[in-house]
């Protein structure tokens, strides 16, 4: 089984859309041989997702779901490592130099040209044409 990480700041809105809509894309697919996880860098554990988050995956998920922390483990663990923005990317490269072939922006996986996600807020079909982008490579 492969892990995919989706890593963000405070783990209460993007990556959590991300993680969510990769999830449903790669079920979509036929692709169950995949683990997605999301966490934060800065995120409080057990923080309920934003109301706006909520409302974006409610086609998506069922019940609640909350922030996680990133963990060592996590980041071992995992065979992608796909960040919102650079930032992110090089905090921790800079913990785990040996990730460096498995970790990218997730608009750098996607093949795009610009790096970062930059709003602080992203919709359900903006994850899913940048997770179209990259989903069969994985």
Known sequence: ???????????????????????????????????????????????????????????????????????????EEADFILTINNKIKNAILNKFPGKKKSIFTVREFAGETELDIVNTKITAEEAKIIINKFVDKI
């Open 1 to 75: 089984m492969k892990k995919i990480l989706i890593v963000g700041e405070q783990n209460v809105f993007r990556s959590i859309i991300i993680a969510e809509i990769l999830k449903f894309i790669l079920k979509q697919k036929g692709k169950i041989d995949f683990e997605v996880k999301c966490a934060g860098i800065c995120a409080m554990p057990g923080i309920p997702i934003e109301e706006e988050a909520k409302t974006e995956l409610k086609n998506y998920i069922d019940g609640e779901v909350y922030s996680k922390l990133l963990l060592k483990q996590d980041v």
